[in-house]
Nanobody, 125 residues
Framework: QAQLEEIGGGLVQTGDSLTLSCEVA????????IAWFRQAPGKEREEISC????????SYAASVRGRFTVSRDTAKDTVYLQMESLQPNDTGDYYC??????????????????WGQGTQVTVSS
């Protein structure tokens, strides 16, 4: 059974940096792309980044491009989201999602029950 655990959220100030971790278990990590999502208060969950299984492709939403960097450590089965120059509108709950190797599709086994608890990021002005 796949388990993805998001770690590293907290309360920071505008302009600060923070790095989130997505620890993956129960999956063939080297065969999975991993996407990061953010859900701001009262809004839909939105995809902000994805990294392919072999790190050949990294994608970013326009709202975070140039400030956020996604990376992965195969030895630790962990994907990181390094966030810099944080702004109040970066506030939200952050989640990771397993993807097919190229990040294009969600695996057929992924369901609403597959999501982790998320980690909360609050950026004060």
């Amino acid at each position: 059974q796949a388990q993805l655990e998001e770690i590293g959220g907290g309360l920071v100030q505008t302009g600060d940096s923070l790095t989130l971790s997505c620890e993956v278990a129960g999956l063939a990590f080297s065969r999975c792309g991993i996407a990061w999502f953010r859900q701001a208060p009262g809004k839909e969950r939105e995809e902000i980044s994805c990294i392919s299984n072999n790190d050949s492709n990294r994608s970013y939403a326009a709202s975070v491009r140039g400030r956020f960097t996604v990376s992965r450590d195969t030895a630790k089965d962990t994907v990181y989201l390094q966030m810099e120059s944080l702004q109040p509108n970066d506030t939200g709950d952050y989640y990771c999602e397993a993807r097919e190797p190229d990040c294009e599709l969600v695996p057929p086994w992924w369901s609403d029950q597959s999501w982790g608890q998320g980690t909360q990021v609050t950026v004060s002005s």
